[in-house]
């Protein structure tokens, strides 16, 4: 079992600029692929960004330049540097761990844009 605990969401106005952090239990990253995942008002769960099996990141369309996804090995804690922040990017952001086999979710944490 996996435990992930984000944090660092809030209420930011439009331009402005965020940074979550999520932290596992126990190293994992040589073992699950690590990503972040959004649920906007209304809408289903998307992927925002993610690292792939080749090391590299893929990101949604509508954060591409905006959003980074990084992550501390040392600290078991993936981060998902947020700029340029615009209202729509208002949701709940889940932080994910998965094989496979398994699936993991963080219980989330808020992000509002708004002036």
């Known amino acids: 079992q996996v435990q992930l605990v984000e944090s660092g969401g809030g209420l930011v106005q439009p331009g402005g600029s965020l940074r979550l952090s999520c932290a596992a239990s126990?190293?994992?990253?040589?073992?699950?692929?690590m990503g972040w995942y959004r649920q906007r008002p209304g809408k289903q769960r998307e992927l925002v960004a993610i690292?792939?099996?080749?090391?590299?990141?893929v990101y949604a369309d509508s954060v591409k330049g905006r959003f980074t996804i990084s992550r501390d090995n040392a600290r078991n804690t993936v981060y998902l540097q947020m700029n340029s922040l615009k209202p729509e990017d208002t949701a709940v952001y889940f932080c994910?761990?998965?094989?496979?086999?398994?699936?993991?979710w963080g219980q989330g944490t808020q992000v509002t844009v708004s002036s």
């Open positions: 994910n761990a998965h094989s496979s086999a398994v699936n993991f």
């Open positions: 126990r190293s994992i990253f040589n073992i699950y692929l």
């Open positions: 690292f792939t099996s080749g090391g590299g990141s």
